[in-house]
């Protein structure tokens, strides 16, 4: 063979080859489409029935936003003056670099001395329907100023305290002035409250589900279509459904089987017990939101578990006495990771106010 002819069989083979593959791309392309369409269809009315997507705004009538008020919010949950030895602040705990935990089972408080429940996200935090795992606090404006007076937390000894400490700081004379205009003394307990929780409801975090659920077909994978599919079907959205898929109710965790059986927990908590001591209420705790779920890990309200796989198949076990396949499970957590969303890059920013502290 010559090297002409040489030259013109290589060039008919990498024609050759170049059909057949962009064959194959075609056929995986179909492929592709035709899987997603049929979860689309699938999910076509249960997606609307369980969930709502994030709002734009988490409102509350009683405290009003304003920029002046979300900047002080911002500085304030910043100074690690709201502890007692100016050792913590409330983005210790909550580290909005860190999907607003810390990673860890119990936090360490002022004095480093370990909380005994696990430091929820403050992500989304502004639309649950109660805060803390007991839902001792109504909203995120009463939940503000409890970590910061709590002997474990942030230990500050009262409330005129830190009125007065941060009253001695020249840059919350103005910044109090410029929240609240139209108070005459505005540096209160009630306003700091005030000022982090208006901080806290610009902490929403919309993700890849919130686009699937407006309309867009493509914002999830044909593995998280399935996840959510199975999520539904199991029955997961009996407790984890709405806009923050949970975070709505309480329900007892170990429904079916104690939750320390399978936690490995080294404290039994018996939850909203603790508080009513309500036989009725034995265990129970407030739902999780999903939200940010496969960042904010170590789960469960003692953080005892520190995978998602692993905590998903618990609560198969344990609420809806059900053994999930790997294919199931692992399909769930692909649709679990699609609901992170970022946090606004403004409250990750150490805000200026601060930087000579």
């Not at 910044?175 to 003394?185: G, I, Q, R, V, Y």
């Amino acid at each position: 063979m010559n090297h002409a002819k040489s030259y013109l069989f290589i060039l008919s083979g990498s024609f050759l080859f170049l059909i057949a593959c962009g064959k194959k791309a075609a056929e995986s392309t179909d492929l592709d489409a035709a899987q997603h369409a049929q979860y689309d269809e699938a999910l076509k009315n249960k997606k609307l029935t369980y969930f709502q997507s994030l709002p734009d705004k988490a409102i509350n009538p009683e405290n009003p936003t304003s920029a002046a008020k979300v900047k002080l919010g911002h500085v304030l949950y910043y100074d690690v003056r709201l502890s007692k030895n100016n050792t913590i602040s409330c983005n210790s705990c909550h580290n909005l670099s860190k999907a607003g935990v810390d990673n860890l089972p119990f936090s360490p408080g002022d004095d480093g001395s370990l909380g005994g429940r696990n430091s929820p996200t403050t992500l989304n935090a502004a639309l649950h329907f109660k805060q803390f795992w007991d839902g001792r606090a109504k909203d995120v404006e009463e939940q503000a100023g409890m970590p910061i007076l709590n002997p474990v937390e942030m230990a500050i000894p009262s409330q005129d305290f830190l009125v007065k400490r941060l009253s001695e700081v020249p840059i919350y004379k103005e910044l109090f002035m410029k929240a609240f205009p139209n108070e005459k003394n505005p540096l209160t307990y009630s306003n700091i409250q005030k000022a982090i929780a208006a901080f806290e409801r610009e902490l929403l975090t919309p993700s890849r589900f919130d686009q699937y659920l407006k309309g867009d077909s493509r914002a999830l994978t044909v593995q998280e279509k399935k996840g959510m599919l199975s999520f539904i079907n199991i029955g997961c959205i009996n407790c984890h459904s709405g806009t923050l898929l949970g975070g709505d109710q309480f329900q007892k965790f170990g429904a079916y089987v104690p939750y320390w059986e399978l936690t490995g927990s080294k404290k039994i908590d018996k939850g909203l017990y603790e508080i009513t001591k309500n036989e009725m209420d034995m265990y129970m705790f407030k739902v999780p939101s999903l939200r940010n779920v496969a960042e904010t890990f170590p789960y469960f309200h003692d953080g005892s578990v520190k995978d998602l796989e692993q905590a998903v198949r618990i609560m198969g076990k344990a609420q809806l006495k059900y053994e999930m396949s790997d294919a199931e499970a692992q399909n769930i957590v692909a649709f679990l990771k699609s609901l992170s969303g970022e946090v606004p890059a403004f409250a990750k920013e150490v805000p200026k106010e601060l930087a000579s502290k």
